[in-house]
C-alpha cells in the first residue's frame, strides 16, 4: 500500500533538489519559450528520472535490506547532504545575484544579411537535454545516492517515496517546460529564486531533523 507520508517526503526532497538554478532548467526554459520540441525534451527528462531515482532506490534499498547497519549511515548521509544543501540555497537566498536565464538563441545571416533564428532539430534537442542531464555528476548523485539513501530510511515505503519523486519530476518538468513562457519573467528575477531557495532550505532543513530524530 501507498505511504503518504513517504510520498510526501519523495516529493518534497525531489522537487527540493530538482528546482535550481542550471544549465538543464535554463535549456528546458530556452526550448519552452521557443515553443520548440518541448514534448520530446520533458518525456526524455521524465524518463532519465525514471531510470537514475529507480536504479538509487532499488540499489541502496537492497543494500540497505542485507546490511541492516547501513540505515543510520543512509539516514546521517541524507541528514549531513540536506543540511549541506540547506545551506547552500540560504546563502542563495541572502546574498542574492542568481537568475535563471533561457541559453541564448543561435542566430544565423539569413537573406540580406537579417540576422535570423536557427530551429533547432529535435534530435538535437532531445542529445542536449540528454547530455546536461547525464553528464553532470551533481545531478547524479543528488538523483540516485541521496534520493537512494533518504528513500531507504523508509524501509518497505521505500516505493512510495519513489512515486513521490517520480510525480514530483513529472510536475516539473511538464510545468516548467510548457508553462516557460508564463514563467520566464518571474523566474529571471533575482527575487523570485532567493524566497524559492529560503523555502527550499526551511524545507530540507525540516526533513534533515526528521530522517535522524523519528
Known sequence: MLSFAAFLAGLAICLGLIISIGAQNSYVLRQGIR????????????????????AGVAGVGVLVTHVPWLDGVARWAGAIFLVGYAFVCARRAWRGGGSLVAAPDETAAGAGGVAVRQRTSRR??????????????????????????????????RWSFLVGGLVASAIWFVGFGYGARFLAPIMRTERAWRILDAGIAVVMLVIAVALVTL
Open 35 to 54: 515553443r520548440e520540441h518541448v514534448g520530446a525534451i520533458v518525456i526524455a527528462c521524465i524518463a532519465s528520472e525514471i531510470v537514475l531515482q529507480t
Open 124 to 157: 538535437t534537442a532531445v542529445l542536449t537535454i540528454l547530455a546536461l542531464t547525464w553528464l553532470n555528476p551533481h545531478a547524479l548523485i543528488e538523483t540516485t545516492l541521496v534520493m537512494g539513501s533518504i528513500a531507504a530510511t523508509h524501509g518497505d515505503a
